[in-house]
């Protein structure tokens, strides 16, 4: 084992900021760091805070920061800002908010800006997430801006997910029609004070009754202002009820098996696709069967499928070996 | 040349369907029909047809192919209809309206039920127009319902791209949306007796004049009611002037084999996943990483990439071999 994974294992921080930079770059280094780090993982519980923008989704993770740090434990926050006009100004307030963490060693904040990603939550979330994890942090919070399609990758690393709305807005449709109501465990009407509150909390429970429950969780509404920290203590005891139901059942473990499983064939699937773009540059073969059919001469589809049935795929080029790096 | 090709290029209209019913099944049989009609493609024009349900898209395909048909010249209509609940019933209608051309030997249609393509329109859809084009058609009009993802794989396979619109509606703001703004070369404002015509009319000019012309086009935008044949003719001749700017710059060529080269690339990637896809069930050292994976034993991320730099690609079983066939 490295010297470097030891450090984060003892929970050092500056190595943790260190190592999550490595993977955030996704390349090899950071896979490799991965494998090092993953047998010291599954101790920390993931929640996922999502939903439409102005919801007051960081309020919340920081009063439900405080809320773990009252049972004395430890949390770490990575907030998901996916590189987009939409966000911006807000997003970085939010995060200035969030300093009253910024002195306690109990806290570990990270802001991670990514490009969207129509497949899902990036893969460097994930890897940030792992490391937290090996670093003894006892609740990851990761917040995702619900603008386009990362929110439902929140399911790709939360063993909890925390659908936050505001009353009045249409935050309900935008809801439905993102596909959140199909991942959420646990819907906060947030800033509660607000006219319509009740009439929305009674409308969600009344929805989610005609629904099925799943694995035998019922999803949750509950009323919060999380900028008052009022409805956050009950927030954390219905997470805790997921997360020890989930435990009983074994379903923690089932899920998160499962979700590993897909991460590994989406990342065989997209080093595959990467192979073969770089094939049709540098592979003999695929470059004059690509030229013969953009010049008009060949047709294309049989002419994929012949390479294909040749057994292109056992002339692809394999990435560059990986860099062997004692000193992370 | 398989004897069913040499009756294909004679016109024989019942080899016609039988090969598209072929190339249908997107196997390797239709592969192996494809690439010995190629060499016999590159006649026919191809129009893409395409809006919001209810603009009148048939009734101006109808119209349309009657203008073809006074000119002496053949038409193949191809009605592409994504299996939805949306569409259904009218559709079917739509077909049986076209049957005043059923009888005449200088005009095939068919109807072609595909499952919806996110990458954009299905493969078989290729397959028809080039098979109609090695057929001697001199016009194939392709005509996707405006539902979904479908009417911007019209690229795929179109020379001149109309969208068709009605006016009162909220047809701008969904074409807008659909990205069809982007693609359309003609707009046709359809059923234009009725109120706001004008007024739709004179918008889109005024949006397409702030808009670039691209390749030297500037997209028109023309007034119809297809019901009672007006404004088709002017249809034909703007699509004809179209064809010729673009055939005059080279730019018809150009634009088909980067279509081709396009659905060469599209077809290696979902060879390449299919693949992939075999290979994590019959592979031993793939099917044996998933499991440790799915059993939490290894990290997913590395896993995959060890397995990419190893080389795996060269061990992925290819597809059967082709099905020779010469009685096809």
Redesign the interface.
């Known amino acids: 084992m490295d010297e470097s994974i030891r450090q984060l294992i003892r929970g050092d921080k500056r190595m943790l900021s260190r190592l999550i930079s490595i993977v955030e770059q996704e390349g090899?280094q950071g896979?490799?760091v991965?494998?090092q780090?993953?047998p010291h993982c599954?101790n920390a519980y993931c929640i996922g805070i999502t939903g439409p923008p102005g919801a007051g989704k960081s309020t919340l993770v920081d009063s439900l920061v405080k809320v773990i740090r009252s049972h004395g434990l430890t949390a770490g926050v990575i907030a998901v800002d996916p590189t987009s006009a939409y966000s911006g100004g807000a997003f970085l307030g939010d995060r200035i908010r969030m300093q009253r963490h910024f002195m306690d060693p109990g806290v570990y904040i990270r802001s991670m800006a990514t490009r969207s990603n129509p497949g899902g939550l990036p893969?460097m979330v994930?890897?940030a997430v792992q490391l937290l994890d090996a670093a003894g942090t006892d609740y990851v919070l990761v917040e995702t801006v619900g603008v386009g399609q990362t929110e439902l990758g929140i399911m790709d690393v939360a063993d909890s997910v925390v659908v936050v709305m505001m009353p009045e807005s249409g935050d309900v449709i935008q809801t439905l029609k993102a596909g959140l109501m199909e991942v959420a465990d646990i819907y906060v009407v947030n800033k509660s004070d607000l006219q319509g509150a009740d009439k929305m909390v009674a409308a969600l429970g009344a929805m989610l009754h005609m629904a099925d429950a799943s694995d035998g969780w019922s999803p949750r509404v509950i009323p919060a202002e999380a900028h008052a920290d009022v409805g956050v203590a009950e927030l954390y005891e219905i997470i805790l009820e997921h997360r020890e139901g989930q435990a009983a059942e074994g379903l923690l473990?089932k899920r998160?098996?499962?979700r590993?499983?897909r991460?590994?064939?989406r990342?065989?699937?997209a080093?595959?696709?990467q192979?073969?773009h770089e094939g049709?540059s540098e592979n003999e073969v695929l470059r004059d069967?690509?030229e013969q059919?953009?010049?008009?001469r060949?047709?294309?589809?049989?002419?994929?499928?012949?390479?294909?049935?040749?057994?292109?795929?056992?002339?692809?080029p394999?990435?560059p070996?990986?860099a062997t790096s004692q000193n992370l």
Chains 1, 2 share one sequence.
């Open positions: 090899p896979a490799q991965m494998a780090v993953f599954g893969r994930q890897g473990e998160r098996n499962e590993s499983s991460e590994f064939t990342a065989l699937q080093g595959l696709l192979q073969l049709l069967a690509l059919v953009a010049a008009g060949a047709e294309p589809y049989s002419s994929a499928l012949k390479l294909l049935e040749g057994g292109i795929s056992h002339t692809l394999a990435p070996t990986r």
